[in-house]
């Protein structure tokens, strides 16, 4: 079976998961993990972005490391198969779930998992012409009616898909609002010759505990709940959150790890965000966030770091960990 029973995965998130944000996953615990989703139109092209996309390491070649193609244009994907078989990856996974305006516009991605025959067609493709074992991920098409869903989950399982990642929420909703757990459990029980993973609405070791036992799936994808939080993967898995100065660490190597890929004036851009996602919710007063946000010198976030102290009404672990579960204040990302 292509994925271990009670797993934890890295979503591919499109501006996040790049080498140096894997890096950081993996000391916080994870072992599964995607490169950033890719379009299928920049790697027909052989853009150089898409391409630096795909970078990874010798840690991720000797275990896992997967990619994802999002795209609705058969001649592209095809082009993009071919370019992704110059690569190693442990599986190739389509994008029918990202509700970002301008993939959706394109065609591709959760637009393109409601037009399941195209959608078919598009995965029809891929595996003509990948060499890597295929996965699919994607939402739910219908917010209580389990039947269009299944139907894709169907035609995908029949072309050879050999694990499905759920999102419980429809494309309108995009990452908020409740997780519909029926709908994820009833395709796992329609189909229990492969992996269903579920996805959507894990911030916390009790969202993760909530997802397992009312969806069935011991294989559970984080995303946003990740996102400046890399410790919560060993949380779940019963370990502790991380201290202060543990946090510091992790932000500063998060970081010059970037400057490392990207040179330090593109990095320090690509920054901000990162290190705002590490603040959020961790008790630090705002002074810090506006820091965050004027960030152009790898110097300057020495200069943050060394302003992270607590707020004296705030406990430790609330400092290091936010237990809040709110979507409501993050914004959108893709996938």
């Given at each position: 079976?292509?994925?271990?029973?009670?797993?934890?995965?890295?979503?591919?998130?499109?501006?996040?998961?790049?080498?140096?944000?894997?890096?950081?996953?993996?000391?916080?615990?994870?072992?599964?993990?995607?490169?950033?989703?890719?379009?299928?139109?920049?790697?027909?092209?052989?853009?150089?972005?898409?391409?630096?996309?795909?970078?990874?390491?010798?840690?991720?070649h000797d275990n896992f490391i997967a990619t994802q193609l999002v795209g609705s244009d058969i001649e592209l994907i095809k082009?993009?198969?071919?370019?992704?078989?110059?690569?190693?990856?442990?599986?190739?996974?389509?994008?029918?779930?990202?509700?970002?305006?301008?993939?959706?516009?394109?065609?591709?991605?959760?637009?393109?998992?409601?037009?399941?025959?195209?959608?078919?067609?598009?995965?029809?493709?891929?595996?003509?012409?990948?060499?890597?074992?295929?996965?699919?991920?994607?939402?739910?098409?219908?917010?209580?009616?389990?039947?269009?869903?299944?139907?894709?989950?169907?035609?995908?399982?029949?072309?050879?898909?050999?694990?499905?990642?759920?999102?419980?929420?429809?494309?309108?909703?995009?990452?908020?609002?409740?997780?519909?757990?029926?709908?994820?459990?009833?395709?796992?029980?329609?189909f229990p010759q492969i992996p269903v993973i579920a996805n959507g609405g894990v911030y916390s070791v009790e969202d993760c505990?909530?997802?397992?036992?009312?969806?069935?799936?011991?294989?559970?994808?984080?995303?946003?709940?990740?996102?400046?939080?890399?410790?919560?993967?060993?949380?779940?898995?019963?370990?502790?959150?991380?201290?202060?100065?543990?946090?510091?660490?992790?932000?500063?190597?998060?970081?010059?790890?970037?400057?490392?890929?990207?040179?330090?004036?593109?990095?320090?851009?690509?920054?901000?965000?990162?290190?705002?996602?590490?603040?959020?919710?961790?008790?630090?007063?705002?002074?810090?966030?506006?820091?965050?946000?004027?960030?152009?010198?790898?110097?300057?976030?020495?200069?943050?770091?060394?302003?992270?102290?607590?707020?004296?009404?705030?406990?430790?672990?609330?400092?290091?960990?936010?237990?809040?579960?709110?979507?409501?204040?993050l914004p959108s990302r893709s996938n």
């Open positions: 079976m292509i994925y271990p029973e009670n797993i934890l995965l890295l979503a591919p998130l499109s501006g996040f998961t790049d080498l140096p944000y894997r890096e950081a996953a993996y000391r916080g615990g994870c072992r599964y993990a995607f490169t950033e989703m890719v379009d299928a139109a920049s790697l027909a092209y052989a853009s150089g972005n898409g391409i630096k996309l795909l970078c990874c390491n010798e840690f991720e082009r993009a198969c071919d370019k992704l078989n110059e690569f190693d990856f442990s599986l190739l996974d389509f994008n029918l779930g990202c509700p970002v305006p301008k993939v959706v516009k394109k065609g591709a991605g959760a637009a393109l998992g409601r037009n399941v025959e195209h959608a078919l067609k598009c995965f029809e493709t891929i595996t003509r012409y990948s060499r890597f074992p295929l996965t699919a991920k994607m939402r739910i098409l219908h917010q209580h009616d389990p039947e269009p869903t299944l139907e894709l989950c169907r035609g995908l399982v029949e072309l050879g898909a050999q694990a499905l990642t759920v999102h419980g929420r429809t494309m309108e909703h995009f990452y908020t609002g409740e997780v519909n757990f029926s709908i994820i459990r009833q395709i796992r029980e329609t505990r909530i997802m397992r036992r009312e969806t069935g799936c011991t294989r559970v994808m984080l995303a946003q709940g990740a996102m400046g939080n890399p410790w919560l993967f060993r949380e779940i898995e019963g370990g502790q959150p991380p201290t202060l100065e543990e946090w510091k660490d992790m932000v500063s190597t998060h970081i010059s790890a970037m400057v490392r890929l990207y040179g330090e004036e593109s990095a320090m851009r690509r920054a901000r965000k990162i290190v705002h996602d590490y603040l959020r919710g961790r008790g630090f007063p705002a002074a810090l966030r506006n820091e965050a946000s004027a960030l152009s010198r790898e110097s300057e976030l020495d200069i943050l770091l060394a302003h992270a102290f607590p707020a004296a009404e705030v406990t430790t672990r609330r400092i290091v960990i936010s237990e809040s579960g709110s979507t409501s204040s």
